[in-house]
C-alpha cells in the first residue's frame, strides 16, 4: 500500500501539468517553421515548384483583365480557362504560390506573387467597386443578381458556369497570400472583395441567397469567416453564416446522413465553413454538423487511399459496385478538401483519428496524384482493377484538379507538428523535417526513413535547458504498447495522458536525441460495404499492384474537355486476379515480403491466375503510367468458379454497352452536363433511387459527339413511374421523336432506343449532334436518366 501511495503522489503533478495543458489552445506551426528534409514529399514540394513556375503569370492573369475591361498582357490560357470557368485557377495559383513560398521562403516564387498580386490590385482599381474576377461576362451577371434576378441549378447561376464557385478561388488565394506570405496589399483587396458581396446582397432575402447556393459556390462561407477573424468585423461573419446553405446544415445536425448522390466536393467546402463558422464565433453546434459530416464520409464512403466519390459523386454508403466498375473513381479535390476540414477538426478536438486519416490520404491519394517526373496532376483515381490515371500537362490542363493540386504538394508541412503554448510540442507525421519552435527556443530535426524504416529520431536543439512535454502521435496501425521510446539510447517511461499520444515530460537539453519504434504490419481493409473485395495496407501504406502498360490513351492529357478521364478500354473484370484462400478474413498470412525489397511483397499463393503471381505489391504512390490493382476479389476455392461467373455476368452488359457507347451524358450530374454543352429554361436535376435525372417544365439540351459519325441511335433512360408525361426529342433542331411516358413499364428503369436519321448518319452535322427534351404545354419532359449515342 505504501508504494501505491508514493506512485500516485508522484503522479499527481504530472496529471495536473497535462490537464493544464488540455485547456491551452492546440495550434498548427506555420509552414514557414517546418522545413521538408530529403524525402518522397520534398521531392514532391520541389516538382510542384517547377509546374507552378512553368506557367505564363500573364494568361493566368487575362480573364481579370478581360473582364475589367483592360487589354491582356497574353492570351488566355484554355481548356476549363476559356470555357466558362475563366481565372479559376488564376486564384489557386495565388494560393500556391503563398503555400511554396511560405513552405521554401523562395525569392522568386515570391515575386511571381507579388507580380500577380500587383497586376489584380489594377483590375480591382478599374472595377471602381471593389469586384475582382475572370468570370466572362461577370459584371453585367452580378447586377442581374443584385436587382434579385436569381437563375440558379447545380452547376449554374444566371447562364454562367459555377460563378461563385469560381470566385472562391480568388478570395482565397488573397486570403492565402496575406496569411500565408505576409502580402499586406492583398488583405486590402480581399476586404474590398468580401465589401462589393456585402453591397451586392443587402437587398436580397435569405430565401434569394439559399436559392442562389443551389449552385456549387466552394467554400464562400469559409473565406468570409476567415475575413470576420482577420478584421474583427461581425459583418463578415454575418456574412459568411448567410453563405452556408441549410438545405445541407440541417439534416448533418439532425445527424441525418443525406448525402447519396450529391456532388461530393460541392458539399465538402461548405463543411469546412459551417467548422470556420464555428471557431470564429457562430453557432458552437454547426461542428457537430462538421464532425458527423465527416465521419459519415471517412467511415462509410472512403476506400483505403482515403478518396472518396464515384463520377464526383457520394455513392450509396451500403453499396461500392460503381467504385469498382467505374474508371472515374475518387476525385483529388474532395481529398484536398478533405485534408482542410480534418485538420480544423483535429485543432478544435485534439482526436488523433483525424491524424490518422490525415496521414493515410496524404501518402495514398495526395501524394500519388503527382507525376514524380512531369509534375502533371490526376483528377480521377480509378478503383476499377486494372484501369489507370491520366496526368495534366502545365500549358494544356486547367481542371479543378490541377488548381488543388498546385496547392496540395505545397503544404505537407503544416500538420507535421503541433503546439500547445510553449508547454507541449506534438509529433503528429513522421516526416523528415525540421522545425524551428522560435517562441520556445527549440529547434527540432525529424531523420526517417519511414515508411521504409519502422523508427523515427528527434534531435533537439535548445537556448537554454528547459521543461516541456514532447508528445509522440500513437497511430492507430501501431498495436497498442508496441510504440517504444529511447532518449539518448536509454528507454523512458511515458504517460498517456494526452489521449492519442506517448508523451514524455522532462527538462530537455540540447543534444538530446530522442528515438521512437514504429513498428508496422499488414492488414487487410475490406470495401465499407463489406463486399468481398480487399486492399493491403502495411501501417498507413496502401499496397497496389502493375499490372501492365497496355491501351493508355490520354495518359498526358490535352486541352479537351474530357481529356480529364481516362479513357482507355475497360479490362474485364473477370479477367482480373482473384485472391483465394480458406480463410478470407484473414489474407495476410498470404502476404511475403520480398527479400531485398524494401516494402515490397508477394501474394503468388493467394492469386489465382497463373500470369499474374508475379507481381509485386508496393506502395501505391510509387506507381504511374500503368494499369494497376489497388481492390482484389476475394473468394474460397470451392467459391472461386461461381465467384468469377458472378463477376462476368455483372460486368458483361456494361462492357458491351460502353463498347457500343459513342458519347454518353450522365443528365443531373455537374460535369458531364457541363462538357456537353448543357443549355435549359425551366429544368430540375434530382437523384431517385440513387440515380441521377433531369426533368423539364420548358426543355434542355446536350451536344453530343459523335467524330467518326459512327453513331446508328440515340438511347434514353427513363423511368416507368413518370406517367402521364410528354414531350418532344429533337436532334440537331429536328423533330427525332414525340415521347408520351410509358405507363406499362411499372415502377422500374427502361431504356428506348430511337435510330438516328439518315441525314445524321455522315457528313459535318453528324459530328456533333444537339438533342433536345421540350415539355408539350403543361407537361413535363422527363425524367431522364441517361443519355446515348449508340454505334
Known amino acids: 500500500m505504501k508504494s501505491f501511495l508514493l506512485a500516485s503522489t508522484l503522479l499527481l503533478p504530472t ?3 497535462s490537464q493544464a495543458r488540455q485547456s491551452v489552445p492546440l495550434q498548427s506551426f506555420p509552414l514557414s517553421s517546418v522545413a521538408l528534409l530529403d524525402s518522397p514529399f520534398r521531392e514532391a514540394q520541389q516538382t510542384d515548384r517547377a509546374y507552378v513556375m512553368a506557367l505564363d503569370p500573364d494568361r493566368l492573369l487575362a480573364p481579370f483583365q478581360l473582364s475589367a475591361g483592360l487589354k491582356p ?10 470555357t466558362g470557368l475563366d481565372g479559376h485557377v488564376g486564384g489557386h495559383y495565388l494560393s500556391a504560390l503563398a503555400l511554396l513560398y511560405a513552405a521554401t521562403g523562395d525569392k522568386e516564387v515570391q515575386q511571381r506573387l507579388t507580380y500577380m498580386i500587383d497586376q489584380l490590385e489594377v483590375c480591382q482599381q478599374k472595377s471602381g467597386n471593389g469586384y475582382l474576377g475572370g468570370i466572362p461576362g461577370g459584371p453585367a451577371m452580378w447586377q442581374q443578381i443584385k436587382a434579385g434576378n436569381i437563375q440558379a441549378n447545380s452547376f449554374g447561376l444566371n447562364q454562367k458556369w459555377v460563378p461563385w464557385y469560381n470566385l472562391h478561388k480568388t478570395y482565397a488565394g488573397l486570403r492565402d497570400a496575406y496569411l500565408l506570405a505576409g502580402n499586406a496589399k492583398a488583405k486590402t483587396m480581399l476586404i474590398k472583395l468580401s465589401d462589393w458581396c456585402l453591397d451586392l446582397t443587402a437587398n436580397l432575402s435569405d430565401a434569394q441567397i439559399q436559392d442562389m447556393l443551389r449552385a456549387e459556390q466552394g467554400g464562400l462561407n469559409e473565406v468570409f469567416a476567415d475575413v470576420a477573424d482577420i478584421t474583427g468585423d461581425a459583418r463578415y461573419l454575418k456574412l459568411a453564416q448567410r453563405f452556408s446553405q441549410q438545405a445541407l446544415l440541417q439534416p448533418l445536425l439532425q445527424g441525418q446522413d443525406k448525402l447519396n448522390g450529391l456532388h461530393a466536393n460541392t458539399q465538402i467546402p461548405k463543411v469546412i465553413g459551417y467548422e470556420r463558422v464555428a471557431q470564429v464565433g457562430g453557432d458552437p453546434t454547426w461542428r457537430n454538423a462538421a464532425t458527423f459530416f465527416w465521419q459519415t464520409v471517412v467511415e462509410h464512403r472512403t476506400v483505403s487511399i482515403g478518396g472518396n466519390s464515384v463520377s464526383e459523386h457520394f455513392h450509396p454508403a451500403t453499396d461500392f459496385t460503381s467504385m469498382l466498375e467505374s474508371k472515374e473513381g475518387p476525385e483529388t479535390c474532395n481529398t484536398y478538401n478533405m485534408l482542410k476540414l480534418s485538420k480544423d477538426l483535429y485543432l478544435a478536438s485534439g482526436d488523433t483519428k483525424y491524424l490518422d486519416y490525415y496521414e493515410r490520404a496524404t501518402y495514398n491519394h495526395i501524394l500519388s496524384s503527382q507525376h514524380p517526373g512531369t509534375g502533371g496532376f490526376v483528377y480521377f483515381t480509378s478503383m476499377r482493377p486494372r484501369h489507370y490515371r491520366v496526368y495534366s500537362q502545365p500549358q494544356e490542363s486547367f481542371w479543378c484538379c490541377v488548381g488543388s493540386g498546385l496547392e496540395n504538394h505545397g503544404k505537407y508541412g503544416e500538420l507535421v507538428y503541433a503546439h500547445r503554448g ?12 525540421r522545425l524551428a519552435w522560435q517562441e520556445a527556443g527549440v529547434a527540432l530535426t525529424q531523420s526517417t526513413r519511414f515508411p521504409f524504416a519502422e523508427t523515427t529520431e528527434l534531435a533537439l536543439k535548445l537556448k537554454k535547458s528547459r521543461k516541456f512535454a514532447l508528445s509522440i502521435r500513437q497511430p492507430a496501425w501501431v498495436t497498442a504498447g508496441q510504440l517504444a521510446v529511447q532518449v539518448n539510447g536509454q528507454p523512458v517511461a511515458t504517460s498517456s495522458a494526452t489521449p492519442g499520444y506517448v508523451t514524455v515530460e522532462r527538462k530537455w537539453k540540447s543534444g538530446d536525441v530522442v528515438t521512437v519504434a514504429l513498428p508496422m504490419h499488414i492488414t487487410a481493409e475490406y470495401l465499407p460495404d463489406h463486399s468481398p473485395w480487399v486492399s493491403f495496407v502495411h501501417g498507413p501504406i496502401v499496397l497496389a499492384a502493375a499490372t501492365d502498360t497496355t491501351d493508355q490513351p490520354g495518359l498526358r492529357a490535352g486541352g479537351s474537355r474530357m481529356g480529364h478521364v481516362a479513357n482507355g478500354r475497360l479490362y474485364p473484370l473477370d479477367d482480373a486476379p482473384v485472391l483465394v484462400s480458406r480463410q478470407p478474413a484473414d489474407l495476410t498470412a498470404g502476404i511475403r515480403p520480398v527479400a531485398g525489397e524494401p516494402l515490397t511483397f508477394t501474394a503468388s499463393t493467394l492469386i489465382d491466375a497463373e500470369k499474374y503471381r508475379n507481381v509485386k505489391l508496393v506502395p501505391f504512390y510509387q506507381l504511374h503510367d500503368t494499369r494497376y490493382m489497388v481492390y482484389w476479389p476475394v473468394t474460397t476455392p470451392e467459391g472461386l468458379t461461381a465467384r468469377k461467373e458472378a463477376i462476368r455476368q455483372k460486368d458483361a452488359e456494361k462492357l458491351a454497352l460502353d463498347a ?13 452536363e457541363s462538357d456537353h454543352g448543357f443549355a435549359s429554361e425551366r429544368t ?17 439540351s446536350y451536344n453530343l459527339r459523335n467524330p467518326k459519325a459512327e453513331a446508328r441511335a ?6 416507368g413511374g413518370d406517367r402521364g408525361r410528354t414531350f418532344s426529342i429533337f436532334l440537331n433542331g429536328k423533330l427525332l421523336q414525340k415521347v408520351t411516358s410509358d405507363a406499362s413499364k411499372g415502377s422500374t428503369f427502361f431504356d428506348v432506343e430511337y435510330p438516328l436519321p439518315a441525314a445524321l448518319r455522315s457528313g459535318p452535322a453528324s459530328q456533333v449532334l444537339t438533342v433536345k427534351f421540350a415539355a408539350d404545354p403543361g407537361s413535363t419532359a422527363g425524367g431522364v436518366f441517361d443519355v446515348r449515342l449508340l454505334k
Open 684 to 700: 430540375e436535376a434530382g437523384v431517385f433511387q440513387d440515380r441521377h435525372y433531369r426533368h423539364a417544365t420548358g426543355w434542355f
Open 422 to 433: 510553449k508547454e507541449q510540442l506534438l509529433v503528429n507525421l513522421f516526416m523528415p523535417s
Open 714 to 719: 440515340l438511347r434514353v433512360t427513363y423511368f
Open 15 to 17: 496529471l495536473a501539468s
Open 660 to 672: 457500343r457507347t459513342v458519347d454518353r451524358v450522365a443528365p443531373g450530374e455537374q460535369q458531364p
Open 73 to 82: 498582357k497574353a492570351e488566355r490560357y484554355g481548356n476549363w480557362e476559356n
